[in-house]
């Protein structure tokens, strides 16, 4: 999720910004709600985000988070077959639209590897996430899904939908 400024740690911005969109994984157990979330790497900010990143020209919102999932945590999205889409958050900005799909799983992804976007991938309980490096975009996200309430333990935002890859 590098969309939040023109020049991102020397690396520069396309001259037409194409739209973002990610998945935030949330997995449940009887300590609560823990979140994944990818430190980007030092050339992309350094930052605690989300799972995401540019849409591919013409492609979807959903198939463009799902593709970038599985080249940044290289698990293969058929693992998420039994998830479901719990929020859609509409958190980028005039200039670059993002789209982050909030995905409640049943599995703790334990294999998960690290992309050169990364530098650590880790669970995070939702109550530490607040004290986190996070970057801009995923910031306001996660201050509209605190609005929204979702830290309740087990909680599914209604019209939940499974998640299809």
């Not at 935030?24 to 900010?45: A, E, I, M, V």
């Not at 080249?71 to 719990?86: G, H, M, P």
């Not at 200039?95 to 799983?105: A, C, D, E, K």
Request: aromatic share 10%; with cysteine.
């Amino acid at each position: 999720m590098t969309h939040a400024s023109r020049r991102h740690a020397g690396l520069s911005a396309p001259a037409h910004p194409r739209p973002a969109a990610g998945l935030l994984l949330r997995y449940t157990d009887q300590h609560g709600d823990w979140y994944l979330l990818g430190k980007r790497h030092r050339r992309l900010g350094g930052a605690w985000a989300n799972i995401g990143g540019s849409l591919k020209p013409g492609e979807a919102a959903l198939a463009g988070a799902i593709r970038e999932f599985e080249e940044e945590v290289a698990v293969d999205s058929a693992r998420l077959a039994d998830a479901t889409i719990t929020d859609v958050i509409e958190c980028g900005t005039d200039r670059i639209p993002y789209t982050l799909y909030v995905v409640q799983v049943l599995t703790w992804f334990e294999d998960a590897e690290l992309s050169w976007e990364n530098v650590a991938l880790c669970w995070w309980p939702a109550d530490e996430v607040d004290s986190l490096p996070l970057h801009g975009g995923f910031a306001r996200a996660w201050t509209t899904l605190r609005l929204l309430g979702q830290f309740d333990q087990g909680r599914q935002a209604p019209g939940a939908s499974p998640f299809v890859a």
